[in-house]
Nanobody, 120 residues
């Protein structure tokens, strides 16, 4: 009942920037936490950045100072601005959204993933 559509991935050179977007739609009553995770080949999925309904943010140590997460509550959309990208940032990036549906049912949904490749 909740659909997440991600966009913004691609190929970028080291030092470059990308901005990922994730828009949530469906029978959403409210959204609480929103976040971005990534999974590189042969590795576990890891948290990249998260933002609460109140705007508090959390970042993985590896991206602090380079990535910025934000959200547009009116559009049910979460963004991550990724600067100074490194080859080790290469991964499939997934958005995650937690909230409540119209009948008070909680949801925890994942996007389909978008590939980010950092290479010269």
């Amino acid at each position: 009942q909740v659909q997440l559509v991600e966009s913004g991935g691609g190929l970028v050179q080291p030092g470059g920037s990308l901005r990922l977007s994730c828009a949530a739609s469906g029978s959403i009553f409210s959204i609480n936490g929103m976040g971005w995770y990534r999974q590189a080949p042969g590795k576990q999925r890891e948290l990249v950045a998260a933002i609460t309904g109140g705007g508090s943010t959390t970042y993985a140590d590896s991206v602090k100072g380079r990535f910025t997460i934000s959200r547009d509550n009116a559009k049910n959309t979460v963004y991550v601005q990724m600067n100074s990208l490194k080859p080790e940032d290469t991964a499939v990036y997934y958005c995650n959204v937690k909230g409540t549906l119209g009948r008070g049912i909680k949801f925890d949904s994942w996007g389909q993933g978008t590939q980010v490749t950092v290479s010269s």
